[in-house]
Nanobody, 113 residues
C-alpha cells in the first residue's frame, strides 16, 4: 500500500524556517487526507496540520499562523513550511494518513540557539 518518507528536518535557530517534505508512493495519494504529526521526547504524538485531497487545511492552535501544509499531487508529495520556529517545536515530525497503522522514521527538527 501507500508508503511515506519524511525529509527536510535539521537544526535551526529560534525564529528560523524549515520546509519538510513527505514523499509517497502509490496512485491513491491524491485522494488521501494527509497529516503532519510530531512527537517530542517524553510526550505523545500530536497532529500538527492536515490537508485533504482537495486542499482544505487544518492546524493545531500551537502552530496556526506559523506553519503551512500543502501538497503537490503530481509529485505525490506533501509539505510543511515551518516559519518563526520556537524551541517548543522541537520534535520528530511524521507524515501519515489517518487510516494507516504504520509509521515511518520521521525527520528530526531541533530548534535551539
Amino acid at each position: 500500500q501507500v508508503q511515506f518518507v519524511e525529509s527536510g528536518g535539521g537544526l535551526v535557530q529560534p525564529g528560523g524556517s524549515l520546509r519538510l517534505s513527505c514523499a509517497a508512493s502509490g496512485n491513491i495519494f491524491s485522494i488521501l487526507v494527509m497529516g503532519w504529526y510530531r512527537q517530542a521526547p517524553g510526550k505523545q504524538r500530536e497532529l500538527v496540520a492536515s490537508i485533504t485531497g482537495s486542499g482544505r487545511t487544518n492546524y493545531a492552535d500551537s502552530v496556526k499562523g506559523r506553519f503551512t501544509i500543502s501538497r503537490d499531487n503530481a509529485k505525490n508529495t506533501v509539505y510543511l513550511q515551518m516559519n518563526s520556529l520556537k524551541p517548543e517545536d522541537t520534535a520528530v515530525y511524521y507524515c501519515n494518513t489517518p487510516s494507516n497503522p504504520r509509521w515511518g522514521q520521521g525527520t528530526q527538527v531541533t530548534v535551539s540557539s
